[in-house]
């Protein structure tokens, strides 16, 4: 079930709406203020409505009455200038139009300009200023700005807020870090995300005894929270984004576990499936259940890896039953999709060849050679003008197929077929494939930088199918040698220490996982 997470990012480009203004470098000025609580709706709204929260002309301009003081202190204060609002616009407009629609956890209304988001999501509109600066240089600069407001409110001041949160989710959404030599970051500021789902009470609601606790310790119950249909829809995304992000970097680093579901979870689930708000919810509650399923398959193998000493026919029959129903679900979740996203069936999963047998193990692995093939199917379908603005967890899933795909090409198994692999996802022609479309895609007018991230994975891709053609002769001599079914296991990404610690941009990084100096390249 690793590869259920794909089934859902790979037609999610599809449905994102096309823009190619030129984007800015400039930073964000911070002497704006805001609010501490979520965006002010009319009381005329309702959850079965598409209308957001609409704002006068000149209320956009007015400032909160709760103003965020991370924005106002001395020495927080953003050096560098701000953009201009055209640029400003530019960029939230890209977001709202080309990344946003690939994870759609944030309800951004047109009435949102730029303007009023500044005044009233600071940090929310900081972030998603950061995640539309492809330069990686650039990009670095506003990430620290990013982490010393961070630092300033969530640290010193032990500030917790719906903005910071939709803030911290939008970078760690559209993060490259984890491919650049920073998973460390990636995951604390995972943590703290979560951290302020705790604090802000989102996971399930507060007991009588922690309000009576929160008012004798702190003088004060819980913080205000907007009581608006808009509001309470908000947070109910945030927490939900909150879940498919920590699951989505626990499995891809391996560095902490996913928030645990609970029944407020699966009540906010439910809110946002029957909403009529914003036409984009029953695409995001699709992304949490495939997700969910993921997670509970995850939760299974992480089970059986620490059953350890028991015998394999007993500890395979509950999980075999359990992955049934696991996959009838993931077929009805499949015929709810919206007919008019792309579908693809990627119900397997990499079997464990301590507690599948021959049969069930083999049929395992073909299953994640044609999952394999349907992603990649589905990723030459996504138009270059919308790859861009893929989440993380999407290159991720990139990176990991194209790993798996050398495993399945060149496994020693005597009774493995790697030539049936090779006919069917052939592993060289794949790379040119997937590099062609990336030097494409690098060609929008977003991307006129040479380090934008699409380069780096062009890079690696490169130098990975140089590393491959060297050894594709060798590994099919070496698969005539005699070896034992079995004998040679697929390891779990969790397992592979170089996606852990992935640096793309170092040298020394690939000469280091490739073995091969970098003058051959």
Not at 138 to 151: I, M, N, P, W
Not at 308 to 323: F, I, K, M, Q, V
Not at 456 to 473: G, N, Q, V
Request: glycine share 4%; hydrophobic share 40%; net charge negative.
């Amino acid at each position: 079930m690793e590869s259920l997470l794909s089934a859902m990012q790979s037609f999610v480009g599809s449905t994102a709406a096309s823009g190619s203004q030129p984007l800015d470098g400039d930073s964000i000025s911070s002497s704006t203020s805001c609010s501490n609580t979520t965006l002010g709706t009319p009381a005329s709204t309702t959850l079965g409505s598409r209308e957001g929260p609409t704002f006068a002309t000149d209320s956009v301009a007015t400032v909160s009455p709760n103003q965020n003081p991370i924005f106002l202190s001395h020495h927080c204060s953003l050096s560098t200038p701000a953009p201009s609002p055209n640029q400003a616009d530019e960029r939230l407009d890209f977001f709202r139009s080309r990344m946003l629609p690939s994870f759609p956890f944030i309800d951004l209304t047109p009435d949102m300009t730029s303007r009023y988001l500044r005044q009233n999501r600071p940090f929310l509109f900081q972030a998603i200023h950061t995640v539309t600066t492809f330069s990686t240089q650039e990009r670095l600069t506003q990430v620290e700005e990013l982490k010393r407001l961070l630092f300033t409110s969530a640290l010193l001041k032990v500030q917790s807020n719906i903005d910071l949160l939709l803030g911290l989710l939008t970078y760690l959404a559209w993060s490259t870090d984890p491919f650049l030599g920073r998973a460390d970051l990636v995951s604390r500021l995972m943590m703290l995300a979560m951290s302020l789902v705790y604090d802000l009470r989102l996971f399930k609601p507060s007991s009588p005894d922690v309000q009576i606790m929160m008012a004798i310790t702190q003088g004060r119950a819980d913080e205000h929270i907007d009581g608006t249909p808009y509001g309470l829809l908000e947070r109910q995304r945030a927490v939900l984004a909150c879940f498919i992000l920590s699951s989505n970097i626990s499995s891809h680093l391996g560095r902490q576990d996913a928030i645990r579901w609970t029944p407020q979870m699966e009540e906010a689930l439910r809110v946002i499936t029957i909403s009529k708000s914003c036409p984009a919810d029953r695409l995001f509650a699709s992304q949490v259940r495939l997700q969910l399923l993921k997670q509970r398959a995850d939760d299974v193998r992480q089970q059986d890896e620490a059953r350890t000493g028991t015998a394999p026919a007993a500890a395979s029959a509950p999980r075999l039953l359990y992955l049934k129903t696991l996959r009838r679900e993931l077929h009805e979740l499949r015929s709810s999709f919206p007919p008019d996203l792309h579908q693809i069936d990627l119900s397997g999963r990499m079997g464990n060849g301590g507690t599948l047998l021959g049969f069930e193990r083999l049929e395992c692995l073909w299953q994640s050679v044609e999952n394999i093939k349907s992603w990649l199917d589905n990723f030459y379908r996504i138009p270059c003008s919308k790859l861009v603005g893929q989440p993380f967890h999407f290159w991720s899933q990139m990176i990991l197929t194209i790993t798996l795909l050398k495993y399945l090409s060149t496994l020693q198994d005597p009774e493995w077929d790697c030539q049936a692999v090779r006919n069917t996802v052939h592993l060289i022609s794949t790379m040119d494939c997937m590099l062609q479309k990336l030097d494409l895609s690098s060609k929008e007018p977003e991307l006129q930088c040479n380090d934008h991230f699409l380069k780096f994975l062009s890079k690696l891709l490169t130098r990975y199918r140089l590393w491959a053609e060297a050894r594709w002769d060798v590994a099919s001599q070496i698969h005539d040698v005699e070896t034992r079914p079995g004998q040679s296991p697929i390891p779990d990404l969790d397992q592979m220490v170089w996606m852990q610690s992935m640096d793309l941009g170092d040298d020394q990084w690939f000469e280091s996982v490739l073995g091969m100096p970098t003058t051959l390249y």
